[in-house]
């Protein structure tokens, strides 16, 4: 059984529910100060937001677009010990509209790294295997980036904020035998693809490698990357085949999932994105895509299991038959342990 170092996942990771009131609004109930949030509208079609402690507040950038970024003095105007401050913008804070925002804990700070062949400043968080790379490209093939996670990195996800440009994807499930050679889109719903985006070279444990594509390499530009580690009982970074059956295919994780976000390797399937503060109880069915800005769907069925996952009807974007998918997913339970500490199997919802 998958016992875990991480006995209580929201020390890491939470997401937060909220109501938009048009003007400040100070959110509590994150359990720590994050350093990463995510927010998305539900109620309308309000885009991706993603601000991080290391670019610093008001910065923001869209998953759902290929946008450089951009300064909002009225999104997020400040990280605080238990959440986020937000302005008056409508995409993160409109009067009565709903939103959910994701929170992920780094190092609360930041340290040089001298890794690779160019320093990066990193805010990284070895325990919950997840770290926020800043760095300046300089165009050359084979240029190696200090990620500061002391671990192999299953996932990274970088984006130009200098220019307009594709969110670019490793994940170490993209190819059963050289993911290296591959990258997905996040702000798409393009098929798995073979370019030297990472320079055909596996990233380790203290370094990831990148080619020469314009997204994440171009000389004098500004990049931030999202480096995450597979901790048991607490994050996985997997694959799984689609059965085409309203009984899907069974996804182990070896913990209860909090956050689960999928995409199709083959064309035209979106990343769908889903939480355990939105569905409380199985089937999980509101949806909301990270590559698109459209407001919360519902009637889309995953059940969250105490020790993983499982598609519940045959939509295309997560149960296509004979489909290959890849997913990110973090704990709200590992499946052995719990908030006090014992060894204890949690229940299903």
């Known amino acids: 059984m998958a016992y875990s170092s991480i006995v209580k996942p929201t020390d890491y990771f939470n997401a937060l529910l909220y109501t938009g009131n048009g003007s400040t609004n100070a959110l509590t109930g994150v359990g720590f100060q ?20 290391v670019r610093g507040v008001t910065k923001e950038i869209y998953s759902d677009a290929a946008d450089a970024e951009s300064t909002n003095s009225n999104g997020l105007t400040a990280f605080g010990t238990d959440g986020f401050t937000l302005g008056s913008s409508s995409g993160t804070n409109g009067s009565s509209r709903t939103y959910v ?13 001298s890794d690779g062949s160019i320093t990066s400043t990193v805010s990284a968080n070895t325990t919950a295997g997840f770290s926020i790379v800043s760095y300046t490209a300089n165009g050359n093939a084979g ?31 993209s190819d059963s035998s ?12 393009g098929s798995v693809q073979d370019y030297p985006v990472w320079n055909d070279t596996a990233p380790t444990s203290s370094v990831f490698t990148i080619g020469t594509a314009s997204e994440n390499n171009t000389n004098g530009r500004k990049i931030i990357a999202y ?3 597979e901790k048991k009982g607490y994050s996985k970074f997997g694959s799984y085949t689609g059965n085409g059956n309203a009984d899907g295919t069974f996804v182990y994780t070896g913990f209860k999932p909090a956050w689960v976000m999928i995409k199709g390797t083959a064309s ?24 698109n800005s459209s407001a919360e769907l519902t009637g889309y069925k995953i059940d969250f299991l105490a020790n993983g996952f499982k598609p519940r009807d045959t939509n295309t974007y997560w149960n296509g038959s004979g489909e290959t998918y890849i997913y990110m997913a973090f704990a709200e339970n590992p499946f052995v342990g719990n908030d006090s500490g014992t060894a204890v199997p949690v229940v299903a919802r």
């Open 34 to 53: 994050p350093d990463w949030v995510w927010l998305k509208g539900r109620s309308n079609g309000d885009g991706s937001r993603i601000y991080d402690s």
């Open 101 to 113: 925002a994701w929170n992920w804990l780094g190092a609360n700070g930041t340290a040089s790294n």
């Open 143 to 173: 240029t190696t980036i200090g990620h500061g996670l002391g671990a192999v990195p299953s996932m990274i996800i970088t984006k130009d904020r200098d220019a307009s440009g594709l969110w670019l994807i490793y994940h170490a499930k």
């Open 178 to 189: 050289a993911p290296q050679n591959k990258y997905l889109e996040l702000n798409t719903t």
């Open 227 to 229: 480096c995450f580690a």
């Open 268 to 291: 035209s399937r979106a990343w769908s994105l889903f939480d355990n503060k939105r569905d409380t109880f199985n089937p999980t069915d509101k949806l909301l895509l990270a590559n």
